[in-house]
Protein backbone atom coordinates (compact mmCIF):
# COMPACT_ATOMS: atom_id res chain seq x y z
CA UNK A 1 0.00 0.00 0.00
CA UNK A 2 1.07 3.43 -0.46
CA UNK A 3 0.79 6.88 1.83
CA UNK A 4 1.54 10.65 1.23
CA UNK A 5 3.37 12.32 3.84
CA UNK A 6 3.85 15.90 3.40
CA UNK A 7 6.81 17.41 5.47
CA UNK A 8 6.73 21.36 5.66
CA UNK A 9 9.74 22.62 7.30
CA UNK A 10 10.44 26.85 7.85
CA UNK A 11 12.18 26.52 4.36
CA UNK A 12 10.40 23.93 2.43
CA UNK A 13 8.32 21.64 1.84
CA UNK A 14 8.19 18.33 0.92
CA UNK A 15 5.59 15.06 -0.66
CA UNK A 16 7.30 12.01 0.34
CA UNK A 17 5.67 8.40 -1.20
CA UNK A 18 5.70 5.89 2.14
CA UNK A 19 4.88 2.47 0.78
CA UNK A 20 4.36 -0.91 2.35
CA UNK A 21 5.29 -4.04 0.62
CA UNK A 22 5.89 -7.63 2.07
CA UNK A 23 6.94 -6.70 5.58
CA UNK A 24 9.09 -3.97 4.67
CA UNK A 25 8.87 -0.14 4.21
CA UNK A 26 10.32 2.20 1.77
CA UNK A 27 9.79 6.30 1.17
CA UNK A 28 10.86 8.17 -1.79
CA UNK A 29 10.44 12.20 -2.48
CA UNK A 30 8.13 12.60 -4.93
CA UNK A 31 8.03 16.02 -5.03
CA UNK A 32 9.81 19.54 -3.42
CA UNK A 33 9.12 23.07 -3.15
CA UNK A 34 10.43 26.09 -1.39
CA UNK A 35 8.37 27.68 1.64
CA UNK A 36 8.79 31.06 0.72
CA UNK A 37 7.01 33.88 3.84
CA UNK A 38 5.45 36.98 2.40
CA UNK A 39 5.59 40.15 3.82
CA UNK A 40 2.08 41.84 4.11
CA UNK A 41 1.17 45.44 6.42
CA UNK A 42 4.69 45.12 7.53
CA UNK A 43 4.43 41.43 9.08
CA UNK A 44 5.83 38.28 7.53
CA UNK A 45 3.71 35.54 7.25
CA UNK A 46 3.06 32.19 5.67
CA UNK A 47 2.22 32.06 1.71
CA UNK A 48 -1.05 29.53 2.18
CA UNK A 49 -2.20 30.06 -0.96
CA UNK A 50 1.23 28.94 -2.56
CA UNK A 51 1.78 26.59 -0.06
CA UNK A 52 -1.30 24.57 -0.76
CA UNK A 53 -0.97 24.76 -4.33
CA UNK A 54 2.18 22.90 -3.70
CA UNK A 55 0.12 20.06 -1.61
CA UNK A 56 -2.08 19.68 -4.69
CA UNK A 57 1.17 19.96 -7.01
CA UNK A 58 2.53 16.97 -4.68
CA UNK A 59 -0.81 15.06 -4.90
CA UNK A 60 -1.38 15.33 -8.54
CA UNK A 61 2.30 14.21 -9.02
CA UNK A 62 1.84 10.79 -7.48
CA UNK A 63 -1.61 10.63 -9.73
CA UNK A 64 0.46 11.14 -12.78
CA UNK A 65 3.50 8.29 -11.82
CA UNK A 66 0.69 5.68 -11.36
CA UNK A 67 0.93 5.62 -7.62
CA UNK A 68 -2.24 4.78 -5.92
CA UNK A 69 -2.70 7.05 -2.70
CA UNK A 70 -4.71 5.16 0.17
CA UNK A 71 -3.70 8.24 2.92
CA UNK A 72 -2.40 11.39 3.13
CA UNK A 73 -1.07 12.66 6.36
CA UNK A 74 0.56 16.48 6.93
CA UNK A 75 3.29 18.06 9.71
CA UNK A 76 4.52 21.37 10.16
CA UNK A 77 6.46 23.71 12.69
CA UNK A 78 4.73 24.24 15.86
CA UNK A 79 2.87 27.69 17.26
CA UNK A 80 2.00 29.41 14.32
CA UNK A 81 -1.83 29.20 13.36
CA UNK A 82 -4.53 30.75 11.12
CA UNK A 83 -7.95 31.96 12.18
CA UNK A 84 -11.54 31.14 10.54
CA UNK A 85 -15.13 32.53 10.88
CA UNK A 86 -18.22 30.06 11.13
CA UNK A 87 -18.50 29.95 7.66
CA UNK A 88 -14.71 28.98 7.31
CA UNK A 89 -13.14 31.92 5.67
CA UNK A 90 -9.91 32.47 6.65
CA UNK A 91 -9.79 35.64 8.94
CA UNK A 92 -5.93 36.05 9.91
CA UNK A 93 -3.73 34.29 7.73
CA UNK A 94 -0.56 32.64 9.65
CA UNK A 95 2.36 35.00 10.91
CA UNK A 96 5.64 33.69 11.11
CA UNK A 97 7.25 32.73 14.07
CA UNK A 98 10.15 34.95 13.18
CA UNK A 99 7.77 37.73 12.77
CA UNK A 100 8.63 40.41 14.80
CA UNK A 101 4.73 40.88 16.78
CA UNK A 102 5.64 39.23 19.83
CA UNK A 103 9.01 41.31 20.67
CA UNK A 104 9.19 43.65 23.28
CA UNK A 105 7.24 43.14 26.50
CA UNK A 106 4.05 40.72 25.11
CA UNK A 107 5.57 37.60 27.81
CA UNK A 108 5.73 40.13 30.85
CA UNK A 109 2.62 41.55 29.97
CA UNK A 110 1.07 38.00 29.84
CA UNK A 111 2.44 37.00 32.55
CA UNK A 112 1.01 39.98 34.46
CA UNK A 113 -2.30 38.65 33.66
CA UNK A 114 -1.83 35.05 34.47
CA UNK A 115 1.43 34.06 36.16
CA UNK A 116 4.48 32.06 34.73
CA UNK A 117 4.55 29.36 37.30
CA UNK A 118 0.66 29.23 36.76
CA UNK A 119 0.66 28.89 33.17
CA UNK A 120 3.96 26.45 33.74
CA UNK A 121 2.40 24.25 36.06
CA UNK A 122 -0.93 24.37 33.95
CA UNK A 123 0.20 23.57 30.78
CA UNK A 124 4.00 22.38 30.97
CA UNK A 125 5.53 24.69 27.97
CA UNK A 126 8.51 26.21 27.96
CA UNK A 127 8.42 29.94 27.67
CA UNK A 128 9.14 31.64 23.87
CA UNK A 129 8.36 34.05 22.31
CA UNK A 130 7.04 32.48 19.59
CA UNK A 131 4.57 30.39 21.55
CA UNK A 132 0.53 31.20 20.65
CA UNK A 133 -0.38 31.84 24.03
CA UNK A 134 2.15 34.92 23.06
CA UNK A 135 1.12 35.61 19.19
CA UNK A 136 -2.45 35.66 20.07
CA UNK A 137 -2.44 38.17 23.19
CA UNK A 138 -0.06 40.59 20.62
CA UNK A 139 -2.73 39.92 17.66
CA UNK A 140 -5.27 40.93 20.17
CA UNK A 141 -3.99 44.02 21.19
CA UNK A 142 -2.65 45.18 17.22
CA UNK A 143 -6.29 43.66 15.37
CA UNK A 144 -8.70 43.46 18.12
CA UNK A 145 -11.63 43.38 15.73
CA UNK A 146 -10.09 39.62 14.09
CA UNK A 147 -11.33 38.09 16.82
CA UNK A 148 -15.18 39.53 16.82
CA UNK A 149 -15.01 37.39 13.71
CA UNK A 150 -12.55 34.79 14.71
CA UNK A 151 -14.40 31.39 15.46
CA UNK A 152 -11.74 28.83 15.30
CA UNK A 153 -8.32 28.31 15.71
CA UNK A 154 -6.42 26.21 13.24
CA UNK A 155 -2.64 25.21 13.45
CA UNK A 156 -0.95 24.78 10.85
CA UNK A 157 -1.44 21.07 9.78
CA UNK A 158 -4.86 21.33 10.61
CA UNK A 159 -5.20 24.22 8.09
CA UNK A 160 -4.58 22.20 5.36
CA UNK A 161 -6.24 19.30 6.54
CA UNK A 162 -9.34 21.34 6.46
CA UNK A 163 -8.83 22.86 2.92
CA UNK A 164 -8.33 19.72 1.80
CA UNK A 165 -11.32 17.79 3.48
CA UNK A 166 -13.49 21.12 4.90
CA UNK A 167 -13.36 19.16 8.67
CA UNK A 168 -12.49 20.71 11.74
CA UNK A 169 -9.50 19.37 13.94
CA UNK A 170 -7.36 20.66 16.57
CA UNK A 171 -4.65 17.67 17.05
CA UNK A 172 -3.06 16.80 20.25
CA UNK A 173 0.64 17.12 19.31
CA UNK A 174 0.52 20.66 17.34
CA UNK A 175 -1.63 22.10 19.87
CA UNK A 176 0.28 21.15 22.46
CA UNK A 177 3.15 23.67 21.01
CA UNK A 178 0.10 26.53 21.70
CA UNK A 179 1.48 27.03 25.58
CA UNK A 180 -2.68 26.88 26.07
CA UNK A 181 -3.23 22.98 26.77
CA UNK A 182 -3.86 21.94 30.00
CA UNK A 183 -1.60 19.19 30.98
CA UNK A 184 -4.53 17.11 33.03
CA UNK A 185 -7.08 17.41 30.75
CA UNK A 186 -5.29 17.72 27.48
CA UNK A 187 -7.92 20.32 25.89
CA UNK A 188 -7.55 24.08 25.90
CA UNK A 189 -7.25 25.62 29.33
CA UNK A 190 -10.43 27.33 29.54
CA UNK A 191 -9.27 29.54 32.53
CA UNK A 192 -6.37 31.10 30.94
CA UNK A 193 -7.92 31.54 27.89
CA UNK A 194 -10.91 33.47 30.22
CA UNK A 195 -8.35 35.42 31.91
CA UNK A 196 -6.27 36.86 28.43
CA UNK A 197 -9.80 37.36 26.94
CA UNK A 198 -10.44 34.97 24.44
CA UNK A 199 -13.38 32.82 24.56
CA UNK A 200 -12.69 28.75 24.95
CA UNK A 201 -14.71 28.04 21.96
CA UNK A 202 -11.99 29.37 20.01
CA UNK A 203 -10.34 25.67 19.79
CA UNK A 204 -11.64 23.03 18.93
CA UNK A 205 -12.03 19.95 21.11
CA UNK A 206 -8.46 18.00 20.50
CA UNK A 207 -7.63 15.25 18.83
CA UNK A 208 -5.54 12.42 19.14
CA UNK A 209 -2.68 11.58 16.77
CA UNK A 210 -3.57 8.90 13.73
CA UNK A 211 -7.21 9.63 13.68
CA UNK A 212 -9.59 9.86 10.67
CA UNK A 213 -10.25 13.66 9.40
CA UNK A 214 -12.34 13.26 6.40
CA UNK A 215 -12.16 11.91 2.89
CA UNK A 216 -10.15 14.26 0.29
CA UNK A 217 -13.41 16.76 -0.76
CA UNK A 218 -14.97 15.52 -3.84
CA UNK A 219 -13.89 18.93 -6.14
CA UNK A 220 -10.13 18.76 -5.33
CA UNK A 221 -10.24 15.07 -6.16
CA UNK A 222 -11.50 16.00 -9.57
CA UNK A 223 -9.34 18.79 -10.19
CA UNK A 224 -6.32 16.34 -9.38
CA UNK A 225 -7.35 13.03 -11.03
CA UNK A 226 -7.79 11.30 -8.10
CA UNK A 227 -10.54 8.74 -6.02
CA UNK A 228 -11.24 8.97 -2.83
CA UNK A 229 -8.56 9.50 -0.16
CA UNK A 230 -8.50 9.51 3.17
CA UNK A 231 -7.29 12.75 5.16
CA UNK A 232 -5.69 11.29 8.42
CA UNK A 233 -5.02 13.62 11.38
CA UNK A 234 -1.22 12.15 11.74
CA UNK A 235 0.83 13.45 14.28
CA UNK A 236 1.00 17.06 13.31
CA UNK A 237 4.29 18.24 14.90
CA UNK A 238 7.58 17.94 12.72
CA UNK A 239 9.11 17.45 16.36
CA UNK A 240 6.70 14.49 17.34
CA UNK A 241 6.96 12.70 13.72
CA UNK A 242 10.67 12.22 14.74
CA UNK A 243 10.61 11.25 17.61
CA UNK A 244 8.37 8.15 16.57
CA UNK A 245 11.42 7.26 13.51
CA UNK A 246 13.87 7.91 16.86
CA UNK A 247 15.01 4.47 17.16
CA UNK A 248 14.84 4.74 21.36
CA UNK A 249 15.31 1.11 22.33
CA UNK A 250 17.37 1.82 25.53
CA UNK A 251 15.62 4.22 28.12
CA UNK A 252 19.47 5.10 29.14
CA UNK A 253 18.62 6.93 25.41
CA UNK A 254 18.03 10.57 25.22
CA UNK A 255 17.30 12.44 21.33
CA UNK A 256 18.16 15.42 19.85
CA UNK A 257 15.97 16.29 16.76
CA UNK A 258 18.39 18.36 14.53
CA UNK A 259 17.41 20.61 11.66
CA UNK A 260 16.50 24.54 11.64
CA UNK A 261 15.70 23.76 15.04
CA UNK A 262 17.47 21.67 17.50
CA UNK A 263 14.64 19.47 20.12
CA UNK A 264 16.63 17.85 22.54
CA UNK A 265 14.52 15.16 25.04
CA UNK A 266 13.61 12.46 26.46
CA UNK A 267 10.21 10.52 25.22
CA UNK A 268 8.39 10.04 28.50
CA UNK A 269 4.85 8.78 29.66
CA UNK A 270 4.43 11.77 32.36
CA UNK A 271 5.10 15.21 31.89
CA UNK A 272 7.90 16.88 34.71
CA UNK A 273 7.02 20.96 35.97
CA UNK A 274 9.13 20.51 38.92
CA UNK A 275 11.26 23.45 39.92
CA UNK A 276 14.27 22.14 38.07
CA UNK A 277 12.18 21.82 34.74
CA UNK A 278 11.03 25.62 35.50
CA UNK A 279 14.18 26.71 36.29
CA UNK A 280 15.62 25.77 33.07
CA UNK A 281 12.81 26.13 30.60
CA UNK A 282 12.34 22.98 29.48
CA UNK A 283 8.85 21.95 27.85
CA UNK A 284 6.68 18.93 27.76
CA UNK A 285 4.99 18.97 24.36
CA UNK A 286 2.85 16.18 23.15
CA UNK A 287 3.77 13.04 21.28
CA UNK A 288 2.25 10.29 19.63
CA UNK A 289 0.10 7.61 21.36
CA UNK A 290 -0.39 10.01 24.27
CA UNK A 291 3.43 10.66 25.07
CA UNK A 292 5.04 13.30 26.65
CA UNK A 293 8.20 14.70 24.64
CA UNK A 294 10.00 16.47 27.47
CA UNK A 295 12.72 18.35 25.72
CA UNK A 296 14.58 21.36 25.26
CA UNK A 297 13.90 23.94 22.12
CA UNK A 298 17.49 25.01 21.41
CA UNK A 299 18.60 27.20 18.43
CA UNK A 300 19.86 24.60 14.87
CA UNK A 301 21.09 24.70 11.69
CA UNK A 302 19.11 28.27 11.37
CA UNK A 303 22.83 30.07 12.07
CA UNK A 304 24.93 27.99 9.68
CA UNK A 305 21.05 28.27 7.16
CA UNK A 306 21.02 32.15 7.81
CA UNK A 307 25.28 32.59 7.64
CA UNK A 308 24.79 30.81 4.39
CA UNK A 309 22.54 33.53 3.16
CA UNK A 310 24.26 36.48 3.90
CA UNK A 311 27.54 34.83 2.25
CA UNK A 312 25.56 34.42 -0.58
CA UNK A 313 24.56 37.88 -0.90
CA UNK A 314 27.89 38.99 -0.49
CA UNK A 315 29.06 36.83 -3.48
CA UNK A 316 30.03 33.72 -1.77
CA UNK A 317 28.26 30.75 -2.55
CA UNK A 318 29.29 28.09 -0.81
CA UNK A 319 27.24 24.65 -0.77
CA UNK A 320 26.63 22.45 2.37
CA UNK A 321 28.55 19.81 1.06
CA UNK A 322 31.60 22.29 0.36
CA UNK A 323 31.36 23.84 3.87
CA UNK A 324 31.25 20.37 5.68
CA UNK A 325 34.50 19.47 3.44
CA UNK A 326 36.22 22.65 4.27
CA UNK A 327 35.43 22.38 8.53
CA UNK A 328 36.66 18.80 8.35
CA UNK A 329 39.85 20.47 7.36
CA UNK A 330 40.01 23.18 9.44
CA UNK A 331 41.41 24.41 13.05
CA UNK A 332 39.04 25.34 15.08
CA UNK A 333 39.39 28.91 15.73
CA UNK A 334 38.41 28.02 19.44
CA UNK A 335 35.10 31.07 19.92
CA UNK A 336 32.25 29.93 21.20
CA UNK A 337 28.49 31.69 20.74
CA UNK A 338 25.76 31.13 23.13
CA UNK A 339 23.67 29.59 20.38
CA UNK A 340 20.55 30.10 22.01
CA UNK A 341 20.71 33.89 22.53
CA UNK A 342 17.61 35.85 21.20
CA UNK A 343 19.30 38.67 18.56
CA UNK A 344 20.24 35.13 16.61
CA UNK A 345 16.76 34.12 16.23
CA UNK A 346 16.00 36.80 13.63
CA UNK A 347 16.30 37.05 9.73
CA UNK A 348 19.53 39.46 9.63
CA UNK A 349 23.58 39.45 9.21
CA UNK A 350 24.06 36.54 11.91
CA UNK A 351 27.87 36.90 11.07
CA UNK A 352 28.04 40.15 11.93
CA UNK A 353 25.89 39.93 15.49
CA UNK A 354 28.49 36.85 16.01
CA UNK A 355 31.32 38.84 16.08
CA UNK A 356 29.27 41.87 18.45
CA UNK A 357 28.34 38.89 20.47
CA UNK A 358 32.29 37.79 20.78
CA UNK A 359 33.56 41.08 21.18
CA UNK A 360 31.39 41.57 24.39
CA UNK A 361 32.43 38.39 25.57
CA UNK A 362 36.21 38.84 25.03
CA UNK A 363 36.58 37.15 22.10
CA UNK A 364 38.25 37.37 18.74
CA UNK A 365 36.43 38.14 16.18
CA UNK A 366 35.91 35.87 13.13
CA UNK A 367 36.86 36.70 9.24
CA UNK A 368 37.16 34.15 7.43
CA UNK A 369 33.47 32.01 7.11
CA UNK A 370 35.05 28.54 7.35
CA UNK A 371 35.70 29.40 10.96
CA UNK A 372 32.39 30.84 11.45
CA UNK A 373 30.77 27.89 10.04
CA UNK A 374 33.05 25.52 12.42
CA UNK A 375 32.34 27.84 15.29
CA UNK A 376 28.09 27.46 14.84
CA UNK A 377 28.90 23.52 14.79
CA UNK A 378 31.08 23.69 18.05
CA UNK A 379 28.95 25.92 19.59
CA UNK A 380 25.55 23.50 18.99
CA UNK A 381 27.79 20.94 20.49
CA UNK A 382 28.34 22.73 23.36
CA UNK A 383 24.79 23.39 23.85
CA UNK A 384 23.60 19.85 23.85
CA UNK A 385 26.28 18.95 26.29
CA UNK A 386 24.99 21.76 28.55
CA UNK A 387 21.22 20.68 28.26
CA UNK A 388 22.26 17.20 28.68
CA UNK A 389 23.82 17.50 32.11
CA UNK A 390 20.56 19.53 32.97
CA UNK A 391 18.02 17.09 31.64
CA UNK A 392 20.08 14.44 33.70
CA UNK A 393 20.17 16.71 36.73
CA UNK A 394 16.44 17.19 36.65
CA UNK A 395 14.95 13.49 35.23
CA UNK A 396 18.26 11.33 37.47
CA UNK A 397 18.90 9.54 34.85
CA UNK A 398 22.00 9.05 33.19
CA UNK A 399 22.21 8.50 29.37
CA UNK A 400 24.91 6.45 27.88
CA UNK A 401 23.84 7.30 24.29
CA UNK A 402 22.66 10.56 22.21
CA UNK A 403 20.01 9.28 18.80
CA UNK A 404 20.53 12.52 16.55
CA UNK A 405 17.69 12.27 14.18
CA UNK A 406 16.76 14.28 11.49
CA UNK A 407 18.52 16.05 8.88
CA UNK A 408 21.31 17.51 11.08
CA UNK A 409 22.51 13.70 11.42
CA UNK A 410 24.35 14.12 7.74
CA UNK A 411 26.48 16.39 9.03
CA UNK A 412 29.69 14.56 10.13
CA UNK A 413 31.28 16.88 11.91
CA UNK A 414 28.11 18.07 14.35
CA UNK A 415 28.11 14.22 14.96
CA UNK A 416 31.39 13.92 16.35
CA UNK A 417 31.69 17.31 18.00
CA UNK A 418 28.29 16.29 19.87
CA UNK A 419 30.08 13.11 20.44
CA UNK A 420 33.38 14.18 21.53
CA UNK A 421 31.44 17.75 23.34
CA UNK A 422 29.10 15.59 25.57
CA UNK A 423 31.46 12.41 26.28
CA UNK A 424 28.71 10.02 24.57
CA UNK A 425 28.09 7.46 21.92
CA UNK A 426 26.14 9.54 19.19
CA UNK A 427 23.89 7.46 17.05
CA UNK A 428 23.48 9.49 13.68
CA UNK A 429 20.03 8.61 11.54
CA UNK A 430 17.55 8.45 10.36
CA UNK A 431 18.02 11.79 8.14
CA UNK A 432 14.68 11.33 6.78
CA UNK A 433 12.75 10.80 10.56
CA UNK A 434 9.79 13.52 10.45
CA UNK A 435 9.08 11.83 6.93
CA UNK A 436 8.89 8.43 8.44
CA UNK A 437 7.45 9.00 11.36
CA UNK A 438 4.66 10.66 9.03
CA UNK A 439 4.53 7.54 7.12
CA UNK A 440 4.65 5.38 10.43
CA UNK A 441 1.04 6.68 11.53
CA UNK A 442 -0.56 6.45 8.47
CA UNK A 443 0.77 2.64 8.25
CA UNK A 444 -0.33 2.15 12.33
CA UNK A 445 -3.64 3.47 11.42
CA UNK A 446 -4.44 1.45 8.28
CA UNK A 447 -3.70 -1.68 10.68
CA UNK A 448 -0.42 -3.40 8.73
CA UNK A 449 1.61 -2.76 11.12
CA UNK A 450 0.97 -2.87 15.01
CA UNK A 451 2.55 -0.27 16.16
CA UNK A 452 5.52 2.61 17.04
CA UNK A 453 7.78 -0.73 18.66
CA UNK A 454 7.25 -2.30 15.55
CA UNK A 455 7.83 0.68 13.55
CA UNK A 456 11.35 1.82 15.01
CA UNK A 457 12.48 -2.22 14.69
CA UNK A 458 12.55 -1.36 10.81
CA UNK A 459 14.73 1.13 11.03
CA UNK A 460 17.75 0.60 9.11
CA UNK A 461 21.45 2.24 7.65
CA UNK A 462 22.40 4.10 11.21
CA UNK A 463 26.08 5.55 11.97
CA UNK A 464 27.42 5.80 15.23
CA UNK A 465 29.94 8.29 16.90
CA UNK A 466 32.34 7.83 19.44
CA UNK A 467 33.85 10.38 21.46
CA UNK A 468 37.94 11.49 20.54
CA UNK A 469 40.04 14.15 21.99
CA UNK A 470 38.39 14.28 25.85
CA UNK A 471 41.72 16.54 26.92
CA UNK A 472 40.75 19.18 24.35
CA UNK A 473 36.94 18.98 24.32
CA UNK A 474 37.12 19.15 28.28
CA UNK A 475 38.92 22.80 27.70
CA UNK A 476 36.37 23.73 25.32
CA UNK A 477 33.57 22.80 27.64
CA UNK A 478 35.42 25.45 30.51
CA UNK A 479 35.28 28.16 27.84
CA UNK A 480 31.70 27.92 26.74
CA UNK A 481 30.16 27.22 30.34
CA UNK A 482 32.14 30.87 31.14
CA UNK A 483 29.43 32.10 28.80
CA UNK A 484 26.74 30.29 30.43
CA UNK A 485 24.85 30.60 33.79
CA UNK A 486 25.96 27.57 36.05
CA UNK A 487 24.06 24.80 35.45
CA UNK A 488 22.62 24.74 38.96
CA UNK A 489 23.11 26.21 42.30
CA UNK A 490 22.78 23.43 45.32
Excluded at 44 to 58: C, P, Q, S, V, Y
Aim: hydrophobic share 40%; with cysteine.
Amino acid sequence: MNVLAFDFGASGGRAILGTYRDGGISHSEIYRFANTPVERDGHLHWDIDALFNEIKTGIKKCAQSGFDIQSISIDTWGCDFALIDADGALVHSPLHYRDKLTEGGVMDEVFKIVPKEILYQSTGIEFMHINTIFQLYALKKLRPEIFKKADKILFMPDLFGFLLTGKIACEYTIASTSGLINLKTGQADVEILKELGFKPSLFPDVCRSGEMLGKLKGDLARELGVGEINIITGAGHDTADAVIAAPLDDTDRCYISCGTWSLLGIESSAPETGDGAFKYNFTNEGGYGGKILFLKNISGLWLLQESRRQWMLEGVNYSFNEIEDAVAKNTSPDVYLDVERGEFGSPGNLPALFNIYFESTGQKRLVNKIDIAQCVLESLALSYDYRIKQLEKITGKKFSAINIIGGGSRDTNLMQYTANAAGKKVIAGPAEATALGNIFVQLIFSGVIKNVEEARAKITGLVTYLPENETIWEIKRQKFAALKEPLFTD
